[in-house]
């Protein structure tokens, strides 16, 4: 017996580990980045406080200015903490996932289709049954929180745009417009 509900959580859920392997890549080359960055600052601030001469004093001044640049214009620091969250759900919903899944698999799958009560070509199509069921709500589960964290991400990002805007007009667009599609004022 064919079962594409599981070929179909399988897929689901290996993309969503994807997606959070690369979340977690993400992030950690965000801080690396961010400690760089730092770094540069605070050596940066040191060596000023040293008395260094005016030529050299205006190179690191320039550096400085420079990595503030990139760090705000990149949104590094604020985008760390969004991605670092996000990378740290999916971890957590994935653990809480594969334990539950398989909790539930031993349970309500492999108990019934071994059960010793009833005969065995029906408990097999009990257990064929709880099988796709329990694919379709641990894939409505994955896909509903993947979603969501999704949608936090993106609006997110959103908002470090709109901080970068230099013009405040830009802003005034309303972003529902770009989602139902409609103009809302």
Known sequence: MYDF???AFDNLYNKAVKEGQELHKEAKTRR?????????????????????PKQAAQVLGIIV????????????????????????AYKNLFDKIGYAYN????GKVIAVRDSPKGDRQENQMKAFEAL???????????????????????????????????????????????NTGRDES
Do not use: C, P, W
Request: aromatic letters at 6%; glycine letters at 4%; hydrophobic letters at 45%.
């Open 5 to 7: 509900s599981t070929v």
């Open 32 to 52: 690396i980045m961010a400690y760089v960055l730092k770094g540069i600052a605070v050596l940066s601030g040191i060596a000023l406080s040293t008395g260094l």
């Open 65 to 88: 200015a420079v990595v503030i640049a990139i760090d705000t214009l990149f949104a590094n620091h604020k985008r760390l903490i969004v991605i670092t969250a996000a990378s740290n």
């Open 103 to 106: 909790h539930e698999l031993q």
């Open 132 to 178: 796709t069921k329990l694919n379709q709500d641990f894939s409505t589960l994955i896909y509903e929180n993947t979603s969501r964290l999704k949608k936090k991400i993106q609006d997110a990002d959103l908002a470090f745009l709109e901080s970068v805007a230099q013009d405040k007009n830009e802003q005034r667009m309303d972003t529902k417009e770009l």
